[in-house]
């Protein structure tokens, strides 16, 4: 089974493989490069067209820039715009939502797909649950709640496991704080008030944990946020629920949902309830797969399957951009297949692998 989603860029996956799709939230820092994912085959070029333009229709009429426009037909603009509120978020939507869509057409379909946070309505749009337009008014609603009910509160990344995360957390006796999502073995996100928040992390530096605020503006997957979940749930629940086309997997209920779930509801618990990726993993490796897949910009997740399932294979489609040593220029983005786990040290601390 070959993939060339640029040139020189061509890897291998056996015919027999059963893919992960994993969708991240939106604590990770990769820029979007829609551009190297258009080179993956004829016919993505029109695949990225028609979802951007789905997702454009779902956008308000005034105060957000064009998807297309920033993503597609001028993408050089793509970082100032995103300094607005939630322009990232939505880009992030719809680079996932792409990069599925590619990959389907390409001959690699998911046999699974698990959300985190952010990205369980891609996940749940690309399972056949809600329309690409409906999936962006959504997430549009969801920022704007984020936005005005966690304001003055953040999240961090703590290099540790969640016990001494908890530890960390008594020492300063600072109980606004509290585990937001346990990502990989020792990799484990706290989310809180700003100022509880930075004690924390200054803690954690100080007892040698390696720790980082992360780019995400806003109280998530923290029991102050009860209520926020409920004004959510009366603005998407309208929205039409179709049947799930594929078992999707939720870190935050910890199973695959069913179609007699309210998925609307399961949404909105990703809000106040916190994040259980290594479990959710596993129980996805039990049930058949044997890769995971990155679907979206650069490759955190697939950090965290192979952190917590040694050895799996994992293919990211547009990795994050690297660094050329000597012109300080970025490198090309393109997909890359691994079959080796990172040290800890490996997994990037400004804001991935995240929510």
Not at 305 to 326: D, F, H, N, Q, S
Request: hydrophobic fraction near 45%.
């Amino acid at each position: 089974m070959s993939f060339a989603f640029a040139p020189g860029w061509t890897h291998e996956l056996k015919p027999d493989d059963v893919c992960a799709f994993l969708f991240p939230g939106t604590g990770s820092a990769a820029a979007p490069d829609l551009l190297a994912l258009s080179a993956a085959g004829p016919s993505a070029p029109r695949i990225i067209g028609d979802v951007v333009d789905a997702v454009d229709e779902g956008l308000p009429r005034s105060g957000w820039p064009s998807m297309r426009s920033i993503l597609v037909n001028d993408p050089a603009s793509y970082r100032a715009a995103a300094r607005s509120p939630g322009v990232a978020q939505l880009a992030a939507y719809a680079t996932s939502v792409s990069v599925e869509r590619v990959l389907r057409a390409e001959g690699l379909a998911p046999g699974f797909a698990i959300g985190q946070s952010f990205g369980e309505i891609a996940a749940m749009v690309c399972a056949g649950v809600f329309s690409v337009s409906d999936g962006a008014r959504m997430a549009v609603s969801l920022v704007g709640v984020l936005s005005r009910r966690g304001e003055g509160g953040g999240m961090g990344l703590m290099e540790a496991d969640e016990d001494a995360v908890r530890d960390c957390i008594e020492q300063t006796g600072e109980s606004q704080v509290v585990v937001a999502c346990l990502n990989a073995p020792g990799v484990t996100v706290v989310s809180g008030p700003d100022g509880p928040l930075e004690a924390v992390l200054a803690a954690a530096v100080q007892g040698g944990i390696r720790a980082v605020r992360l780019a995400v503006p806003y109280l998530s997957h923290h029991p102050a946020m009860a209520g926020a979940d409920d004004e959510w749930y009366a603005m998407i629940r309208a929205f039409d629920q179709r049947p799930l086309e594929l078992p999707v997997y939720s870190p935050v209920r910890g199973r695959a949902y069913r179609d007699d779930d309210d998925l609307h509801r399961a949404l909105t618990d990703c809000i106040v309830k916190p994040v259980r990726l290594p479990e959710i993993l596993r129980a996805v490796h039990a049930a058949g797969t044997t890769a995971f897949t990155e679907a979206g910009a650069g490759n955190a997740l697939c950090q965290c399957a192979r952190l917590t399932i040694p050895g799996v294979p994992t293919l990211a489609p547009l990795r994050e951009r690297r660094r050329a040593p000597a012109s300080g220029a970025d490198e090309p983005s393109g997909p890359s297949v691994s079959k080796s786990a990172p040290g800890i040290s490996g997994v990037p601390a400004q804001g991935k692998p995240m929510d």
